[in-house]
């Protein structure tokens, strides 16, 4: 089934990434004491991700420095991957994820630097493209003054994820 822009994806995750060509990365890893997801409820809650490729970070440096709006739109889009990849560790797939809740980037910048939103796009529009753009997310997006590992930014994530049934136990009838 071919969805127009901007429609409802009718299909799942995994297909729409097969469909735009997309292969994901390994799944990150935790650079500390933590875990990299979580889930309550029907809500998926993912630790911020790095641009990292194949357990190396893949763009380093600061926007406005270093940087620039599409080099900090293509960091944003890797880590969104590496997110991707965290969630579909966490869930043994992806077509359990029904839509993006929220979304927060974190970008390394110089303090004069004022494009926040259209590096994050880069993280949004992969999301649009996945999951269609009359599911929506929230943003935050903000600068911070550095990142771990010298990245130029982090993807937080939030996902609505599809519950399985509880297990139910039948007694034998008698």
């Given at each position: 089934?071919?969805?127009?822009?901007?429609?409802?994806?009718?299909?799942g995750p995994?297909?729409?990434?097969s469909e735009?060509?997309?292969?994901?990365p390994?799944?990150?890893?935790?650079?500390?004491?933590y875990?990299e997801s979580s889930?309550t409820?029907?809500?998926?809650?993912?630790?911020?991700?790095?641009?990292?490729?194949?357990?190396?970070?893949?763009?380093?440096?600061?926007?406005?420095?270093?940087?620039?709006?599409k080099?900090?739109?293509?960091a944003?889009r890797?880590?969104?991957l590496?997110?991707?990849?965290?969630?579909?560790q966490?869930?043994g797939g992806?077509?359990?994820l029904?839509?993006?809740?929220?979304?927060?980037?974190?970008?390394?910048?110089?303090?004069?630097?004022?494009?926040?939103?259209?590096?994050?796009?880069?993280?949004?529009d992969?999301?649009?493209?996945?999951?269609?753009?009359?599911t929506?997310?929230?943003?935050?997006v903000?600068?911070?003054?550095?990142?771990?590992i010298?990245?130029p930014?982090?993807?937080?994530?939030?996902?609505?994820?599809?519950?399985p049934?509880?297990?139910?136990?039948?007694?034998?009838?008698?």
């Open positions: 089934m071919q969805a127009r822009s901007g429609d409802l994806i009718s299909y995994s297909s729409r990434l735009l060509g997309i292969v994901l390994a799944p990150p890893a935790p650079l500390g004491a875990v889930d409820g029907n809500l998926l809650f993912l630790s911020g991700t790095l641009p990292v490729v194949n357990g190396k970070l893949a763009i380093a440096g600061r926007l406005g420095a270093n940087l620039s709006v080099e900090g739109q293509e944003a890797i880590a969104s590496s997110a991707l990849a965290a969630a579909k966490h869930l992806l077509d359990r029904k839509k993006l809740v929220k979304l927060t980037v974190l970008i390394a910048t110089i303090e004069q630097f004022a494009d926040h939103a259209a590096v994050a796009d880069g993280a949004s992969l999301f649009v493209q996945i999951f269609g753009r009359k929506g997310h929230v943003r935050l903000y600068g911070v003054q550095s990142l771990p010298g990245a930014v982090i993807v937080d994530t939030v996902f609505e994820i599809e519950v049934p509880p297990y139910s136990i039948s007694k034998p009838q008698h």
